[in-house]
């Protein structure tokens, strides 16, 4: 399903005269839907995809799945400057209770779709004068976390492909990492459920406060411009202070 919204010409390709072509792989999370929105503020053009349908004003819709079938994407730009890839997941269980299928699909969401993508889109970002990628890893890729394990493996994956690929694109292509800690998602409703929940949450931040999307997003929005600025190979960690303060 191709949903097209702009205002340039069409003619066997996209042609987004001055405006930057940012790739959001899971758009319609609340943390893509952040960056939709700096990306469009800016001006750029955004080409988003999720899973699931959702509306886009300004911009290219694919509706797939980073794990299945990606010809779609053989529609894209032939130049893509930024690529952001947000899906994710939060399996916490204890070991005793986890199976194998549990890490499995962690890895899934969190390490083979980035790679999927990226192998995807490469000659795109490769183009004209090279891009910037964002992955978004977590605190617990770096931090002992109880019953995170699963996780912390799944995202610890993709912070090291990540800075291999920063080495092996170098110089064209920046690849970096955010690592945030809890944030208000509905992807962490359940561990936010009531206010004390979320008090207990934040007391274990330094800066007594859980992550808030619109805080991740400017970081991502800015790493979106990382090759440009000079950061490649970097994991930033935007976290309360939780990955370094006691």
């Known amino acids: 399903i191709i ?16 405006k930057k072509n940012i790739l959001i792989i899971g758009g319609s999370s ?22 699931t349908d959702m509306a886009v004003q300004d911009g290219v819709f694919f509706q797939l799945d980073p794990n299945d079938d990606l010809s779609q994407l053989d529609e894209l730009p032939e130049s893509i400057d930024g690529l952001l890839y947000c899906p994710g997941s939060i399996t916490l269980k204890s070991l005793q209770r986890m199976d194998l299928v549990d890490v499995q699909e962690d ?7 980035a790679f999927n ?11 004209d004068a090279g891009a910037s990628v964002v992955f978004i890893s977590s605190v617990a890729a770096i931090s002992g976390m109880t ?5 912390s493996a799944s995202k610890a994956a993709l912070e090291g492909f ?51 999307p619109k805080a991740i997003a400017g970081v991502i929005y800015g790493l979106l411009s990382a090759k440009e600025n000079w950061i490649t190979g970097q994991t930033i960690s935007v976290d309360g202070g939780l990955s370094t303060l006691r």
Not at 117 to 127: A, D, E, G, S
Not at 147 to 151: A, Q, R, T, V
Not at 190 to 208: T, V, W, Y
Request: aromatic share 6%; hydrophobic share 45%; with cysteine.
């Open 147 to 151: 019953f995170h394990s699963s996780i």
């Open 117 to 127: 993508i990226v192998k995807k889109v490469l000659p795109n970002l490769k183009k």
């Open 30 to 51: 609340s943390i893509g839907q952040e960056v939709i929105a700096l990306v469009q503020a800016a001006g750029d053009h955004p080409i988003i995809t999720s899973r």
């Open 162 to 212: 990540a800075r291999s690929l920063a080495a092996e694109l170098a110089p064209r292509v920046a690849v970096n990492c955010i690592a945030p800690s809890l944030t208000n998602t509905p992807l962490a409703a359940s561990l936010l459920g009531d206010e004390k929940r979320i008090q207990a949450s934040e007391e274990r931040h330094p800066l007594n406060a859980i992550g808030d």
């Open 107 to 113: 890895m899934k969401i969190n390490f083979e779709g």
């Open 3 to 18: 949903t097209t919204y702009y205002c340039s010409s069409f003619i066997g390709k996209f042609i987004i005269s001055m």
